[in-house]
């Protein structure tokens, strides 16, 4: 789970685009504190992700702020399920209903695509694993919500794993040197994975002695041809696949028998889910006790 | 357009994210600059959209890069089109494909969309609006994104506009009075919008003197049944529709006489379209001349 | 109101410039906490604004800071009157004083003469706006100020409302062009006003159908000319005068029967208002209980 | 003078305010780039400050900006004087106007006030001092623009001069022993002054034995009493005047034989003055050559 | 001692190094929260430094965190010595601890060889002092960490003191010249240091009339010298003695009869020094308080 | 090598500590530019790094100064050597020389001591790591500045490689659950250390699975006895020690047949090597060609 500090930073970024100038409807409305309580409802089926950097948004808005989850991360919640109540000054609610559920769909939206992978390569060996295409200033928490979809983690920046891909085959001399180069800079703690695009790149990649081979866009029998092959020459490799997966093919591309297969559209292009935020008037407005014991006499 | 010291921000944000610590693969091979060139390839028809942005991103590792582009902001381009043509340093090619490519795609996937609908309600008088569904950090790009796409921009922030939306009114009392207070607190710059769900709340809204009406999630028929009433009560409101929108539906929304429609999906739920950056070896590697004339000599 | 996390990020700019490197004089006299308490007095009558900012900055040095505000923002108060009362570590209340004071005594400058202003055209119906010309990092809580005074917001920055100034018609051909050059760009909600400095531009300016029109450093003679073409020939155009605006001649513009008049002065020149903090040794030092009840046994 | 990277963190500040969402008005008007050229011109008399911060706003807009300055640093202008030429895309003109503008007009206004201040006391030994009293942010930028109206620096921050001030000697237990009390935690660099609101503090300051004594709010016939007393009893002590210090009073003030007056209104109540930028279009358009030489050929 | 908002800055800029991806195995290990308590042991003798920027650590990670410190700042302890008790959330712990021990080894390391040098000089008249040769970023922590052990202050920054050293006279001309430029442009606060590397340039010191002479690598019978000159010329001059100062002569500089004797070493230098936390599990996992009251029923 | 974008916010944090207020002593003796030459003298034998950040902080302060490597990188220089030369605006070069000497001497250091582990264990097959144990913000350099010395980097933060320590074996329920709870969880990218302090637990990290062991502060008798085990029993396994190297050890441990050895001092106790900057006047001052082409004619 991401740090507190991290989710503050986040929150805070979304809420400055929204609040730099206060939110005159809301100002303008409720000159004093108004109590509220707040059902955040699922309007379709989904995958729970993203909930304590939702808390977050309100939390800087009013500290005594209170949320009851219902529903946890990772669990499935079906259309007109309650994930959450939230109790606190209408306010807050009201000015930061946009920014955390902006967070909230996202996320969960993520974690529910996620899901639907899972699911279709369920009873295979083969695992779902994410990509570095992710939404600028996201990549953590969007990570995470992989996680919360039952998804597995593919590497999370530059520096954490070797991946020799096309564009560096392309300016490089040949897949077996460049292991070789990369190898030798290396201490113990990262592999080295070599996309290959072509029959002929799978046996260079396995002469190179690479821990990993991702087999980029190839078509099923393709698929099919290297993973023998690798299964037989070199059984330690573990097989990626990636490229062009879809809900429609993914079943597939599991049975042939390769490890993990990542797919980009699960960060890249997850659609958000609709969840909304029903405010209740919560009765005669209280005072909000303030964290500085401020007390306005005036 | 955003300004440079805007996109530089968001461009080292990305960047952050991929090299905090360095580029392992691409340092181990390539010690010295290799001078390369790529093509900025459509993989589907696209809208282009963020070119200033992703060419940022690139600046920001090598300062001597060079973009020329082919197809500019707005312009449709097909599958197989090439966008622009990069020069630079090999390797800052390889260190900021996936930052750059990872906004390009998210911004020209936000501008195409917005193009389907814009295309499936040409020759009605509606207007496609944007919505503040936009992804945290990225709000005045994607909502730039929205014109490249023809579409036009709503809100920005809650200080532009006054909305008065379903939990302010579940909040205060009644709609009329809401209008009357946040009235008394503006100047001259702002318009006051109501969100109107039931044909009852139409009618409060006419009554209230508000600027614009905004129809949430209604049917058809009493879309139709709530321009007729507005526009013979109060002809100078303006009318927009929210909520439920889709391609399927939208030119019927339009075709009831609409001045705006408002859709969500197109910020955050707009899939990445397919771009990719092909490299190709430049030749001989030249020195890249350094800003600061450093001279290695040792 | 600002949000507290803005809040705090003003008043960490404000101390980091007095704190850097630690409050000598203060760590010197007093290496353990010493009970205090402290008057804020007025030293010349003011209105008041800015409170929650000056509690911020000594919230950030002393968590147990305890603020009992006896005259609210927007009130008035006469020399030697009280407008708060703090208690807290004697150390807080000595390093923020400065930082705090920087921001109460300008903010409450800025209400201060913004009231004199409102006061001035007090009857007519004339209301007082702000201007852009705001210290920067400043703009949210001089706007606010403004409101505490009795004035209006003008636009907060250059996305919020179409302002078509001198250097603009200077760059563009003629004001009408412009007002339908900019009019295509937008959606519904902004507005677009012009800025006319003679008879013949207020004449442009109607033409143009533009919402409102801004006068601009025009005589007595000229603004009532303008005046009664544009209630005449534009009825729904709102009327705004500018320039050259001061307490000697607020109130004979405002009897041209202008709507609104903006003046730069309330926010770049205000002077800042005498406001003291005095204070008492609150007898034997008591511990501060510290949020995370570390306890010292050394 | 203030190095480029602060220069460039002031002027992102001030552009973030007004640029966060771009300038609609000049976008709309101006797709490409229009060649101009303007004039800064002084509408009253001033001392020129803040030019290098001025310059930095449109820097950070348009890199190819050319500013031709024609009245430096710390001279002053005549109303109608031109203090520089500005040539360059007019659109960054127009979106950086207000704010470099608004840091200039501030600080020319600091500078002006000072110099008013400087020449009452012309011919008397005293020099003019700034304080602590600026608006936040701006510390350094106001405290230069003191140098440049020809005023000396006080301290910049709390840990560059022990200062014993009235709260100080409230909280603690008398003038000698917190002149002892600190003066033990230093090492050579600082030197120490006390506050002294009293004849009866003034000789308890002397005993102390500390460097600097700061009249505070004294009468004409206090100061002299105060003066007299200490050039007797410790020659080398210097000897500040400050509290309720105005254009009216300050010669009286000098003509004590004080070495240094300190003057709260040069940075916190300076009002800013007028000057305005007046653009003119520079003939046909022609491209900006861009840093990164990308090239519009769609 | 640094403010709370300061310490803040410095413990998330350590923690972003850490925690950017998360505690893959922490979280692996602990998917709730664990209560543990933890000793903080000392494994060689050391001077205590740095206990509230290392509390600031876990604070951020776990707001309820409590730290019960037994030895404090300043004091030493001896090899196997408790310096203090941690309980809160293990995983917290075990996240924080290399950034926790990173800093306060790194500042009990500079605290405990200030010491050593404070002892190596006692019953002489010599200060030991710091040098601007700090770890950047950490400046203010370590000049604290240099008062724990013992030593002085020298200046913080460039604003601070006048100092000429060898480059400013390489590019000036003669050394009381540059004395006369620089005390024309100061007020009151700011002393005079020069750097003297022969006795030559002593006699031109001592003429100039500065406040400080810093004898720059000197033998000691060049010292002797010096310091015999500057107190018949110049009594009210304070002698300082710079580079290459170690434990092994620091004594024999010092019985020189100087007042301040300057090390780089204490903080560029220091090595850190051992210390570990021992975490021992707390019994039965107890649920963690959270600040916002949210529950998990899911 | 870190991104420019990287090293601009290290050198801008350490320029920030020194220049707040500006350079008063050189600000006050040069008024204008004056062209200078300098050489970066080492003054002992060291390897050289951190030549890109040094080089950085002179950018920053004068764009058109110029920096001549004649040691590049890597390379080793005796006492007495010229690592480069600079020219440019001699008040840069006097304003940035600390902030970047404390840079580069840190950074040599610490590659300077790693050479000596390296030099150390010359003819084994056992590598040279460091280890998280850095000074907070230089993480990345120090890592970089180790390789540099010939050694090679441990994992980089907490989410690049599982390490179960001693720590989480104290909370948790032994080495074996714990591989199989943190194996559970990952995807291919990761591999499993597990450290050991007892011949007992190397038997039980065998068992586990796991694909490194750290032996813990073993003696040399242990280690051999360790080494030998896995060796026969998991011939796949890595072999690292840690805890209590110096280079008066390490090549007796580097003899016991082990992989790597990790070494927190060569990070955190790195002494400062000494170099130092000699500038000189270059002759008549000539004008710094502004990147903006300010003319000054006043």
């Not at 707040?38 to 909930?51: C, I, T, W």
């Not at 606190?88 to 996202?106: I, P, S, T, Y």
């Not at 060996?125 to 600028?136: E, F, M, N, V, Y």
């Not at 096309?166 to 990262?190: F, P, Q, W, Y």
């Amino acid at each position: 789970m991401a740090e507190p500090f991290l989710l503050e930073t986040l929150a805070k970024r979304g809420l400055a685009e929204d609040l730099i100038y206060g939110d005159r409807t809301t100002s303008a409305l409720f000159p004093r504190p108004i109590a509220a309580k707040g059902d955040l409802l699922a309007k379709e089926p989904l995958v729970v992700a993203g909930l304590d950097l939702f808390q977050t948004v309100f939390s800087l808005l009013d500290p005594s702020f209170q949320f009851e989850i219902l529903v946890g991360q990772g669990q499935e919640i079906q259309a007109g399920g309650i994930i959450g109540r939230l109790i606190g000054d209408g306010r807050a609610l009201l000015k930061g209903e946009r920014v955390a559920l902006n967070f909230l769909q996202h996320l969960c939206g993520v974690a529910t695509l996620t899901r639907k992978f899972v699911q279709a390569v369920a009873g295979t060996g083969a695992k779902i694993l994410d990509t570095r295409k992710t939404q600028p200033g996201l990549r953590a928490l969007e990570k995470e919500a992989v996680l919360m979809g039952g998804g597995y983690n593919h590497r999370f920046h530059l520096g954490d794993l070797i991946m020799i891909k096309d564009n560096h085959i392309a300016l490089a001399k040949g897949i077996v040197n460049a292991v070789a180069a990369t190898r030798a800079t290396l201490s113990h703690a990262l592999k080295i994975e070599v996309e290959a695009k072509t029959f002929q790149q799978v046996k260079e990649a396995i002469q190179s002695g690479c821990e990993m081979i991702m087999l980029d866009n190839m078509s099923i029998a393709e698929i099919k041809q290297s993973v023998a092959l690798i299964r037989k020459k070199a059984p330690d490799v573990q097989i990626e696949v990636s490229g062009g997966i879809h809900l429609g093919n993914v079943s597939n591309v599991a049975r042939c028998g390769v490890d993990f297969i990542s797919v980009g559209s699960i960060t890249h292009s997850a659609p958000a889910v609709d969840i909304s935020l029903e405010l209740i008037n919560n009765g005669p407005t209280r005072p909000r006790p303030s964290k500085n014991k401020s007390r306005h006499t005036g």
